[in-house]
């Protein structure tokens, strides 16, 4: 895979750019604990990891032991809770190695980037802001699924609202993430895949899976990055 090929690199941020999905589960965890729903923590991310907020209490809605819970609540105290949480966090705390080194050598060659993301643009923000990656390209653009009514990944909406930004085609474009939910969204955009299993716990399954849904290429780590030149 070239990335002369590619006119717009959009990135996936949590578990991509920033290794920060515990923290985004932690804060759920603790959003659902305030109103007496406790559920583990591997349960809650098989559940949920990489789907918008409302999708994610969406689904831990129909459960029996959460379907009482208010939901505007829960998502109010879930960004509450992961924005202290960032802010208490040192700065480039949760950075994934190699993610500044890989957007300089794409700014350096002028080459167009982007983040899309499912997290709350409030918190995405504030992640973006601790990790110091606008140090290397400066003004890298975020948008969230907040920037499309609410619809986030598997959809292909938030991608092919990106591209459209760039005036860019989609077949042009190259969505990185870590997710199901990313390669989904990048397939129904018709957009090109990279996998990236460097966050998670077991890699090489997590590479089975999202080959399973549709990644063109899988890369363990920023090393293996598609050569920019």
Known sequence: MELSSFDLVIFDLDGTLIDTEVNSLVAFQK?????????THDILGNKTTGLSMPDCI???????????????????????????????APKEHFNV???????KQLFDNNIKCAIATNSVKKNALL???????????????????????????PEPDLLLH????????????????????????ANRARMKSLGFTGCSLH???????????????????????????
Request: hydrophobic share 40%.
């Open 203 to 229: 890699p090489h399954a997590r590479a089975r899976e999202l080959a399973s849904y549709g990644a063109h290429h899988i890369i363990h780590s920023f090393n293996d990055f598609p050569n920019i030149i």
């Open 31 to 39: 959003a659902l604990e305030k109103q007496r729903v406790y559920i």
């Open 97 to 103: 190695a190699g993610a500044k080194y890989i957007l």
């Open 162 to 185: 990106v591209a459209e930004q760039f005036n860019t085609p989609a077949r042009k474009a190259l969505m990185v993430g870590n997710t199901n939910a990313d390669m989904q969204s």
């Open 127 to 153: 992640k973006l802001e601790n990790s110091n990656l606008r140090s290397v390209y400066p003004d890298l653009p975020l948008y969230s699924f907040q920037d499309v009514n609410d619809v986030g990944k």
């Open 58 to 88: 969406e689904i831990i809605k129909k459960l029996d032991i959460a379907n009482h819970i208010d939901a505007q609540r829960v998502a109010r105290d879930w960004i509450d809770i992961g924005a202290q949480r960032i802010l208490n």
